[in-house]
Every structure is written in C-alpha cells, then in structure tokens.
C-alpha cells in the first residue's frame, strides 16, 4: 500500500497558473476550504486564518476526521483573536493586500467583524469577496443549512435512496460542488477584474447548487410531465446498466448503444440473445428488461470479477469494479496519490502545489513580517494574545 494519508509533507510540481494570486480564507468544515483547496493547487498562495487554538475542525471524529487533511493541504496558516481590535486589524492588513477572500461562516459573521465586502472594498476595491452559504438571497437566506441539510431539501436524498427512504450521497459531493461552484465564480470575477480593475462579491450556495445537481429530474418532469422516480427505482434509459453479482465481488456494466449490445453477445456466447431479432434497438431491450436481465445475471453470477474485467478490459464497454475508498490508495490508476489532488491536466501535467498541512499559527511570523509589520509590533500581538504562533 502507498503511504498512509497523513504523511502529507511531499511535494507536487505542476502547472500553476495562479501563481501571483493571494487569497485570504476564513473558512471552517468542507464547503469553504474546498475553495481554497482548490486555488491553492492551481498555485495561488492561500492564508487561512483560524481562530486561537486553531480551526476546531481539526479535531472533528468519525467521518468528520478526513475533513482538515483533505481539504487544507498547500495553505498557510495564522491564528488571530478576532474579538480582538488587534486581531481584527492584522486581519484587514492582510485583506487590503489580497486578490481574493474566502468565507463560509453564517450570514452576518464577518459582517459585525467590519470585515464585510462594503467594508473590504472600500480600502480593496480589487478584492473578489467569495461567500460560500447556506442559500442565495431569498426567503431562506438566513437559515443555517449543511450538505446534508441541502441533499434533504433540494431533491437530491429522494432521488439516492429508495422510494419512501431518502438518504444522503456517499460524500459531502454538495459541500465540495458548491466550493467549486465558488471556484468559477472567483476565476470568472478575475477576468472581469482584467477589464475593469475591480473585484466584486461572489456568493455560491449549498441549497442552490443540490437543485443544479437534480435539474435533469426537474426536466425530465417538466418534459414528460412524469416525476422521475429515485434512483434505486427508476427505469433505466438502458437495459443493460446495474451492478451485477459475481463469485466473489460485484461489477458494474453498461451496454450503452446497439452495437456494443452486438459485442456484449458475442463476448459472452449470448447467441440466442443476439439471434433475437425483436431486441436489436436499445429501446426494444429496456422493454425487455425482465426476461433479458435473469439470463445475463445468471451468466455473470457464475464468474469470478476478474474473469469478467478481463474480458471487458480494452473493448469499449463501459464496467467498474466495485470499489471503496481505501481501495484508491492501491489504484493503478492513482499510482503517485496519497489523498486526491485537483482532478485535471493542464498542458499535459497535473496541478498541485504543496501538500504540505499547516499547523496552526505555524506561518504567523512569516505572514506579519511580509505585511511589513516590525519585530517589535509582532512581538506585541503575540505577547497580547491577539496572535498565536504554533
């Protein structure tokens, strides 16, 4: 197995065309440091800063313990008091000078911190001010709301679970798309910036983003005027495209056009199937499903997995072995990964600055020296408490 996922002190080198960028995060949980996370792959320098002691997110348990290694890999970090009239001007100091901010605290947080937009515009008129919230404006726009919160509201636990049984996706996937969300609207403000010298508010959102994710289902009610069933339930579009019982361990497969139903045949001696003239169009076998679909899992069922990838290995079938998560720390594909990095190629590289994890307060000096501030004066926040050093 490669390395366990908190050695995180290694390196990437790859296309960084943010390099120049500095972004200024106040962020806690997954939505907002996925932001973050990602800019700083694309080679943006990234301060966050955390509250004394450190962001509390670094201690969550269970299935919040993955939360702070993932998403804040390649930043640096300062700890401020910001209830502090000290703490909160180191934090302006290092707003004034920046290209980007990221928060995802609740509506009016940073607000009755004089750390607003209006407020940091007025001394950053470049500065791009990116929310990442519960809701857009509108009705709901005070609401605390969580990934899950938004999964329940928005459709999206309906449609993964059985009918009558909703239930979240498997990962915080609402969090994470709406910090990507957060990501476009921040680049697409930075070429705006080139035309107008000036920043502006990006504001990306939880419950808005889940009804993106389930617009096909709206569309296909607003088409057929049928409400789309859940996804366990539903009709599929083909008739081969379901997990399938082996010997051992399940496969995925999908027989996505007629002419890979022709190659599915003959790969798997279904002779008789393929002779069968009245199931050559996809649309013939999804009628067909029921008297189609035992045969096939009969067939699959008395197979070993591996038997079954080797013969779809390379044939333009679409299949997937079952995987978990700890599988992909062994996954040929990810041969070089420890923790996922920014899923793109850009110039035939991967993107990723420093996966190094910051400890709290860790890059404090460096951060108020950079800012111009004289040992002495940074000696005296220290001494006040108003900044932490790890």
């Keep these: 197995m490669t390395a366990a996922p908190e050695d995180t002190g290694s390196q990437q080198i790859g296309p960084t065309p943010l390099a120049g960028i500095k972004v200024i995060e106040f962020t806690h949980m997954v939505m907002g440091p996925t932001v973050g996370h990602i800019l700083a792959g694309l080679g943006a320098e990234v301060i966050r800063i955390e509250p ?5 997110t670094r201690r969550l348990l269970g299935s919040g313990a993955g939360y702070f290694p993932m998403y804040n890999r390649g930043k640096r970090s300062i700890c401020l008091d910001l209830k502090s009239a000290e703490g909160k001007a180191v934090a302006r100091d290092l707003c004034a000078s920046a290209d980007v901010l990221v928060e995802n605290f609740r509506p009016g947080a940073l607000d009755r911190l004089g750390l607003s937009f209006d407020d940091l515009a007025a001394i950053n008129p470049r500065l791009i001010y990116c929310s990442e919230k519960g809701f857009l404006p509108g009705p709901y726009e005070d609401r605390t709301a969580l990934d899950e919160v938004a999964q329940m509201m928005g459709g999206l636990a309906y449609m993964t679970g059985p009918p009558g049984r909703p239930l979240r996706a498997g990962s915080s996937v609402v969090d994470v798309t709406g910090g990507m969300f957060g990501v476009i609207g921040i680049l697409a403000a930075l070429e705006e910036r080139h035309r107008t010298g000036k ?9 808005e983003t889940t009804v993106y994710l389930v617009g096909q289902h709206m569309a296909q009610f607003a088409v057929t005027g049928k409400a789309a069933a859940p996804m366990p339930a539903r009709i599929s579009a083909w008739a081969i495209y379901d997990v399938f019982e082996t010997k051992d361990e399940p496969v995925f497969i999908g027989v996505v056009s007629d002419s890979l139903w022709e ?8 002779d008789d199937l393929w002779a069968d003239e009245a199931i050559r169009t996809n649309n013939e076998r999804v009628l067909a499903r029921d008297r189609i679909l035992p045969q096939i899992r ?28 700890e599988d992909m720390f062994d996954d040929p594909q990810l041969a070089s990964t420890r923790l996922p990095t ?44 108003a900044v932490e050093t790890a």
């Design 52 to 56: 004394l002691g450190g962001d509390r």
């Design 199 to 207: 920043g502006q508010k990006v504001v990306a959102s939880l419950f």
């Design 263 to 270: 190659k599915f045949c003959a790969l798997f001696q279904l």
């Design 298 to 325: 009969a067939l699959l069922a008395s197979m070993t997995r591996a038997e079954i990838v080797a013969k779809l290995e390379g044939t333009g079938l679409p299949f997937a072995p079952i995987g978990r998560p």
């Design 342 to 385: 920014i899923p793109l190629e850009m110039g035939g590289k991967r993107p990723g600055g420093s996966v190094a994890l910051p400890q709290p307060g860790a890059d404090a000096h460096a951060i108020l020296q950079e800012l111009g501030y004289p040992a002495q004066r940074i000696d005296e926040l220290i001494g006040q408490g």
